[in-house]
């Protein structure tokens, strides 16, 4: 794992939590994104090297909003780059990590993700990504 690539947060409303971290961190959002496949809309800032990642729900059944539901807003994930998505899930299903996705899928931000299970981690949700190469 290369660096901390962006720290995934669990808003309920994404407006009212860019007003609020832009007034924190006293940067703009760089970019907003709808996710289909994850059902989040998200926001990101850059702080330094590493990105703030806001994520609101846009419907009952996606992660966010279970996530919400059972834990309220607060950090859902640490994201971590890597140089090859598929490569670095071998890798740590070689290890005995278990892993949530088997195979790298498209994320936001032009990045190839996978999660590994928390159960695996201490509890904490761990991302692994990549840029997805562009042919």
């Known amino acids: ?23 924190l961190l006293n940067v703009q959002p760089y970019k907003m994104e709808i996710v289909e496949s994850e059902g989040v809309i998200t ?3 850059m702080v330094g090297e590493t990105k ?7 419907h009952a059944e996606s992660p966010i ?3 919400i539901e059972k834990k309220g807003e607060g950090i859902h994930h640490i ?3 890597v140089n090859d998505t598929n490569t670095e899930i ?8 278990d892993m949530i996705h088997s195979a790298a899928k498209p994320g936001a931000d032009q990045q190839s993700i996978a999660f590994i299970h928390p ?9 692994i990504c990549s840029a997805i190469k562009q042919p």
């Open 1 to 23: 794992m290369n660096k901390i690539e962006h720290i995934g947060i669990a808003v309920k409303d994404i407006e009212q939590s860019n007003a609020l971290f832009s007034q």
């Open 119 to 127: 159960k695996s981690t201490n509890s904490v949700l761990v991302e």
């Open 79 to 81: 994201a971590f780059g």
């Open 90 to 97: 071998e890798r740590l299903l070689g290890q005995g990590f």
């Open 43 to 45: 926001s990101f800032f």
């Open 65 to 67: 909003a279970k996530f």
């Open 52 to 58: 703030i990642e806001l994520l609101q729900a846009t």
